[in-house]
């Protein structure tokens, strides 16, 4: 079943404002709701908060790391069932199956992936989300 | 005469040794209680001596036997001292402990010169000594044997605390000097004595005075014991030259005197002769430390800064890669998807530069980032059994979009029943991809692109490789080379089994001339001027894929028949049946514990 973004709340959580700005603009262009945030504990904080639909997640963030964020999201009641897309400028095997395995939904390579395909992945994530849903 | 000169060495030799280290040793707690415990060993070999040579008073006997008796606890409480101490990093004084030891020693020192340790001593018409013990001896048997006992004991466990080999050493050789040496004298002087008033073996507690001494200074020179050097043994052969000097005169006779000059004579130039070759060898064996520190040092500052090279390159990577990604993102938006309007055509054909160049930007540093990773052994490779046909097909769908751009016919004629290889499957996709991008971008339209594989023997491939590969080989036989460049480069691993895969990609474009063949593979090595494509490449391609074969087991070449003429491109892989070899072979290479997967970036 489609989405509709206008329904649709995104987190996004990057130390890079540019970044930030671009995935938000990109976002809002395509009719999502956006949030975002510049560091792992204001990122914690609007989650609680603002309980987004889904969450992009950079993983190298100061005050609280993207590891430590995901592990944290991924443990609270009000967090964990929130899907979290990780973002990264580089592509690392090992950190991608330690991410996986802690409960990210899927993976991004900033460097290799274009706002569109992004865009392209929010949906997938979503839309697998709610068919796994039990009816 | 033996026991005279056994006593003398053994009292003359303690004293100095206990001198020289108190003047020259490091003052720690070992090394003084060790000091202590010589001087009280000199003072009771010297009394046990003349207890054994009174006998014509049994008065004098029995008050030098007191006196031996008298210096056992002191001796026992150095040793003790000693044992706690001697090598032990975490040894703290408990002034309590020593204070409460010392003053029992003291009184039982005190107690053993009254009758109540030995109450007389007669002697037998045969010259035997008889003592009687007094009601006191067994508070000195209280203190002695578990002292003892646990001096021995904290030297077992300074020796498995140690965490030098040659510390450990030096505590084995104290523990088995103190065992053999004053263990022995506990039992022939002490309980023996004590016990069963047996007296016959109680000289042999002077030479083994003797011994230990001796074995001390031997020790001093191989071990370092006590950190003195060559002056101990200068001491000592210092002493013995001079007590055969001064046996000349106790000579009766002039032919014993003539015998006794030429015994000084030999004892003097043997001492020389081994005092000029311990100080070179000290002398070799300080070069070759300090050489050592030197390198240690070395190696340590090339570790940090090869460390510091790592970080900046992993966060130079990361800090570089993210605003190229802004920058790529912003024009992603603005010329794919036209999210913006734009009149001018000639903004657009600026902007359209400035994302091929943020797009070259990123593959630039994302190939540094993989050649460090390479050059550093911290590239993870994963090999596993691969099947090259489906591959290949992944690959040139994912460059289908570039192949049509480039209006040249691409054809993979490896077949189906091709034999699997043993190798990292990302690895050759990467290396597929790089030489399919250059043989597009150097093809022009129309022309041709084959991928083909076959079966060739390993001599076979080697030859062909050093042919054009490794001009630096001047040598006669190139493949013995190539085996020693193999077992000294843990980079270039070594190929194995009879057979190679290899894999050909033959283009129809513009050909390399000769002269050039073996420079495609440096770093930011680029060749004559490509026909289609605005985007220039690296320079690291090549070097990256012929790495990552070569970390494979594979060696990767390129032949041609000059300028227009095409070129082919061979890399070589190994059969899935050398998969045991290439696991035993790659369990002697050591891998970085930080090895990573390679860089990527989006591809044109």
Redesign the interface.
Same mark, same amino acid.
Request: net charge negative.
């Given at each position: 079943m489609p989405i509709n973004p206008n329904q649709i709340t995104v987190l996004v959580i990057d130390d890079?404002q540019? &970044?930030c700005e671009?995935?938000a603009e990109?976002l809002k262009?395509e009719g999502f709701k956006v949030e975002v945030a510049y560091d792992g504990e204001d990122g914690l904080e609007k989650a609680v908060k603002c309980t987004p639909n889904i969450i992009l997640l950079d993983l190298?963030l100061p005050k609280v790391s993207g590891f430590d964020c995901l592990e944290i999201l991924k443990s609270s009641p009000k967090t964990k069932n929130i899907p979290v897309i990780v973002l990264t400028? &580089?592509? +690392? +095997?090992?950190s991608k199956q330690r991410e996986l395995s802690a409960g990210a939904a899927d993976y991004i390579?900033?460097?290799?992936?274009?706002?569109?395909q992004v865009i392209t992945k929010i949906k997938a994530v979503l839309e697998h989300q709610v068919a796994a849903q039990p009816k | 005469m033996l026991l005279t000169w056994s006593t003398v060495l053994a009292t003359v030799g303690s004293c100095i040794l206990a001198a020289a280290i108190l003047i020259k040793a490091k003052k720690t707690a070992g090394n003084i209680f060790f000091a202590l415990f010589s001087f009280s060993l000199a003072f009771l070999v010297a009394a046990n001596y003349f207890s054994l040579n009174s006998k014509s008073s049994p008065e004098m006997t029995l008050f030098w036997i007191r006196l031996v008796m008298f210096s056992v606890p002191f001796v026992l409480l150095f040793i003790y001292g000693f044992g706690c101490s001697y090598l032990n990093p975490n040894y703290k004084i408990n002034q309590n402990t020593l204070s409460l030891l010392a003053f029992v020693t003291f009184i039982i020192a005190l107690m053993n010169l009254t009758p109540l340790s030995y109450k007389f001593v007669t002697i037998s018409p045969t010259g035997k000594i008889i003592p009687t013990t007094g009601p006191g001896m067994f508070i000195n048997g209280l203190y002695i044997i578990p002292l003892f006992a646990a001096a021995i004991g904290m030297m077992i466990k300074n020796i498995r605390r140690a965490e030098e080999a040659i510390d450990k050493k030096r505590i084995e050789v104290a523990l088995f000097l103190f065992l053999i040496s004053f263990g022995t004298q506990i039992v022939t002087s002490f309980i023996l004595v004590a016990l069963f008033n047996f007296t016959d073996l109680v000289f042999i507690g002077n030479f083994l005075s003797l011994l230990f001494i001796v074995t001390i200074g031997i020790s001093i020179l191989r071990l370092k014991l006590f950190g003195l050097n060559v002056i101990s043994s200068s001491v000592f052969a210092v002493v013995i030259t001079l007590l055969m000097f001064a046996e000349i005169f106790t000579a009766t006779t002039p032919q014993y005197m003539a015998y006794k000059l030429i015994v000084f004579g030999a004892v003097s130039f043997t001492s020389y002769q081994l005092l000029r070759s311990i100080i070179l060898e000290l002398q070799q064996k300080k070069e070759i430390e300090e050489l050592a520190r030197d390198f240690k040092k070395a190696n340590e500052k090339l570790k940090e800064i090869d460390n510091m090279k790592n970080e900046f390159v992993a966060m130079a #990577?990361?800090e570089l @890669?993210?605003?190229? $990604? %802004?920058i790529?993102?912003?024009l #992603?938006?603005m010329l794919?998807?036209k999210?913006v309007e734009i009149d001018d055509p000639k903004a657009i054909r600026y902007m359209r530069r400035v994302y091929d160049s943020s797009k070259r930007l %990123?593959e630039l540093v $994302?190939g540094l980032?993989n050649v460090s990773r390479i050059e550093q052994g911290r590239l @993870?490779v994963q090999p596993d059994i691969i099947n090259l046909p489906d591959l290949v097909e992944n690959v040139l769908d994912e460059l289908k979009f570039t192949i049509k751009e480039a209006d040249v016919r691409v054809k993979s004629d490896l077949s189906k029943s091709l034999s699997p290889v043993y190798a990292d499957s990302d690895k050759v996709r990467e290396v597929l991809i790089n030489l399919c991008s250059n043989a597009l971008k150097y093809t022009p339209a129309q022309g041709n692109i084959t991928i083909s594989a076959e079966l060739r023997p390993t001599r076979k491939v080697l030859e062909q490789y050093l042919e054009v590969g490794r001009a630096m080989l001047k040598k006669n036989n190139p493949i013995i080379e190539e085996t020693l460049q193999c077992t000294i480069n843990e980079k270039t691993k070594c190929m194995a089994g009879e057979n190679q895969l290899v894999i050909a990609v033959k283009d129809t474009g513009v050909g390399i001339i000769k002269e050039d063949l073996h420079r495609l593979f440096q770093k930011f090595s680029q060749l004559g001027s490509w026909s289609h494509h605005s985007i220039p490449g690296t320079g690291l391609g090549l070097y990256i894929s012929q790495s990552l074969i070569e970390l494979q087991h594979g060696r990767m070449w390129a032949e041609s028949e000059g300028k227009n003429k095409g070129s082919t491109f061979y890399f070589s892989l190994p059969l899935a049946t050398e998969k045991e070899s290439i696991t035993k072979i790659n369990k002697l290479i050591p891998v970085a514990k930080d090895a *990573? #997967?390679? %860089? *990527?970036? %989006?591809k044109p």
């Open positions: 890079d540019t &970044l671009m995935y990109r262009i190298m400028a &580089l592509i +690392q +095997q090992e390579i900033k460097s290799e992936t274009m706002p569109m | #990577s990361h @890669l993210t605003p190229i $990604s %802004a790529e993102g912003y #992603s938006m794919d998807e999210l %990123a $994302s980032l @993870l *990573k #997967s390679l %860089a *990527k970036v %989006a």
